[in-house]
């Protein structure tokens, strides 16, 4: 009975090192994907001043401003204060904000705004029609 419980155990553990092995990721692989993250992000946002943003380094630097070129490896951010741009490769940053409205919130805040107009002065328009 012992040697059955045991026989278990160890193949249990055995079937448990050989699942963490195939599914655990080494830190490149985790930095690599983070940093395809990070340029698909900043692609989203696009380039010039309205593509603003807050970044965070991996040297615990911040910078903040707004994308002014986005290339392959790396993209630049201008600060908005001195006009300085500062080059940053994808794998060196470790969180990125951005500060724009996709098209369709702002389509979604318009139609929003248009249909307050339309009910305000279909409002006041039945206000009117009982006097």
Same mark, same amino acid.
């Given at each position: 009975?012992?040697? %059955?419980? $045991?026989?278990?155990?160890?193949?249990?553990? $055995? #079937?448990?090192? #050989?699942? #963490? &092995?195939?599914?655990?990721?080494?830190?490149?692989?985790?930095?690599?994907?983070?940093a &395809?993250?990070?340029?698909? @992000?900043?692609?989203?946002?696009?380039? +010039?001043?309205? @593509?603003r943003? %807050?970044?965070?380094? %991996?040297?615990?630097?911040?910078?903040?401003? *707004?994308?002014?070129?986005?290339?392959?490896?790396?993209?630049?951010?201008?600060?908005?204060?001195? &006009?300085?741009?500062?080059?940053? /490769? *994808? /794998?060196?940053?470790?969180? #990125?904000?951005?500060?724009?409205?996709?098209? +369709?919130?702002?389509?979604?805040?318009?139609?929003?705004?248009? @249909? &307050?107009?339309?009910?305000f002065?279909? *409002?006041?328009?039945?206000?009117?029609?009982?006097?």
């Open positions: 009975m012992f040697k %059955r419980i $045991l026989a278990v155990a160890l193949a249990a553990t $055995l #079937v448990n090192l #050989v699942a #963490v &092995g195939a599914f655990a990721a080494t830190e490149a692989e985790k930095q690599a994907k983070f &395809g993250k990070v340029k698909a @992000a900043v692609l989203r946002l696009g380039t +010039g001043e309205s @593509a943003v %807050r970044v965070k380094l %991996r040297d615990k630097t911040k910078l903040e401003g *707004y994308v002014s070129h986005a290339g392959e490896d790396s993209f630049a951010v201008t600060s908005l204060k001195t &006009g300085a741009t500062t080059t940053v /490769p *994808y /794998p060196q940053v470790k969180g #990125v904000q951005g500060n724009n409205l996709s098209t +369709g919130a702002k389509i979604a805040i318009g139609i929003g705004i248009g @249909a &307050g107009i339309v009910l002065i279909l *409002y006041l328009y039945l206000e009117n029609a009982d006097d």
